[in-house]
């Protein structure tokens, strides 16, 4: 599955010895940079973080039952198991003869007794044909010269409910189907593509049409992969000109007339592959009310998108006409698998929540595309609340490079925790590390305590400014200098930057020097310069 997230080179490489830096996901860029675009300059790829939110998924046994229940899953079990022992097949692996209503009937395609529609015998062998490209049915040919099927070797699993076997199959299902879509749309029906004496210009017209259609696909799968992770449960269901929007119109602009014909067109070629996958319960998907066609051609010649231009509001059930998209569990499983399979990194919710406090901090260190609030509520979720936040606020200390970050995220972690944590924040209040954070979130919360005396405010201040200067790789320039703007400088910045040069921390000369770098005012700016020298002196000094 072709990447689509977007590239940002806001995530150096480890190889070039840069600290990692605050991590964007998908939904705090412009559409440009999530699909597709990337980054200017001479940056090579492999220097850069594609980002893919997490996302949570049910228990595997519910993933099993569901696709299970899919019923084209269900008709290519029922027929592998009837073909037991073995029942007779022509050279091409095909039923033949009666065995073709037989078989429809079986699938409940066709009443028990009577004639068998030809649509029902269509519908059978096309199972028939997904068992077979699945293994659950083998064909062969025996020693005296007959074809035969048979069940596979998955057959048994399956049926028992493996999860490892029934999810492997379906997602070879989901894959196959998601090709075939691709190609289906690429055929033109009234195109000559299909004609025997098609030339080689032709044909290279259809490789090109199907490359199309299966990035288009692939992109919006990967948007309502995204848009479902960021989406309030109940809110899932995204409608089709939606979709498409989010796929043709950049960030912050209004679709403008040819746009519309855009979002129109991409609405029309979704629409049917989209329904494709629906019936392997990738996706649940109501198609385009094809009377809208006819009401437009009746009125104008206009198209269904842009039904959205007229005066009236369009109520819910007027907006549905136009077809609307939900990715189910097995949807996000199959383009979760997918993007793993291309190298992508694709979380899961809860993966950081099985180690302890270290590890949990750590990995929202080291993982950019990571929910750090739900993470900790999951890690949370496992133990005595108390005592959690005192494993947390134990992994926070350290004067190593990533220790101003963990007390940054243990900053937010205290607030979003609240009540939980005001016993063990009490516990560290005189601190040398978390004695400042502790005592700032405690007032802040509402709990009387005494302000950190002016050396421990010193110290947390150079604490959260290299917090900021190491998440942001030194690279978000606004928010440092909103920072430094910030600065409680009084109008003698000698004596303000005198105090501050003694701190002693192992960032505070890379927070002066910083200072002195992005300050506005040349007499403060100076005096941080003068103060980083100082500071930098005396660390050469104490090593």
Known sequence: MP????????????????????????????????????????????????????????????????????????????????????????????????DREAAARLLGLAPEEGPVDGDA??????AWALACDLDLVETGTTAEGTHVAIPGPDLEAVEQRDPETVL??????AT?????????????????????DADEDGLADVEDARDSAAELLDEALQVLYETTAFAEPGAETVPLGVLAALLVVPDGEEPDEGMLGDITDVMVALDPMLGDLAELGLLEHRPIDPDLFEEE????????????????PLTDEDAARFGTARLTPLGQYAIRQWLLEEGYDAPLIGDLAEGDGAALLQGL????????????????????PTAGVRELLAAARGRDAGGPVRRYLMASMLTDIGDPAVDAAREVVDDPELGGLAREWLREHGVEVDAPERPVALWRMVDSFAAVMLAGGGGDAVRLRRLVAELPVTDNPASYFGELWRVPHPYTADV??????????????????KAAFKARSRQGTDQ
């Open 168 to 173: 492997e199959l379906w997602l070879e299902a």
């Open 3 to 98: 990447g689509r997230s977007r590239f940002t080179s806001d995530h150096p490489s480890s190889e070039d010895g840069g600290e990692p830096r605050e991590g964007l996901l998908p939904a705090d860029f412009d559409l440009a940079d999530l699909y597709g675009a990337q980054n200017g300059g001479d940056e090579e790829l492999d220097d850069v973080a594609v980002l893919v939110p997490p996302i949570s998924l049910p228990p595997e046994e519910e993933l099993v039952a569901a696709a299970l229940a899919v019923p084209l899953i269900d008709r290519v079990v029922r027929l592998a198991r009837w073909t037991a022992p073995h029942r007779s097949v022509d050279e091409h692996g095909d039923l033949t003869g009666d």
């Open 512 to 529: 002066l020097e910083t200072i002195g770098e992005l300050h506005i005012d040349r007499t403060v700016a100076k005096e941080a310069r």
């Open 365 to 384: 260190l080291d993982s950019p595309n990571t929910m750090p609030e739900r993470e900790v509520q999951l890690w949370l979720a496992r133990r005595e």
């Open 121 to 126: 015998v269509v519908e059978a062998l096309r």
């Open 176 to 196: 196959l189907v998601r090709e075939l879509a691709a190609e289906a749309d690429s055929v033109d029906p009234d195109g000559d593509a299909g004609r025997e």
């Open 297 to 312: 051609d009746a009125e104008d010649g206009g198209a269904p998108a842009e039904e959205a231009e007229r005066d009236e």
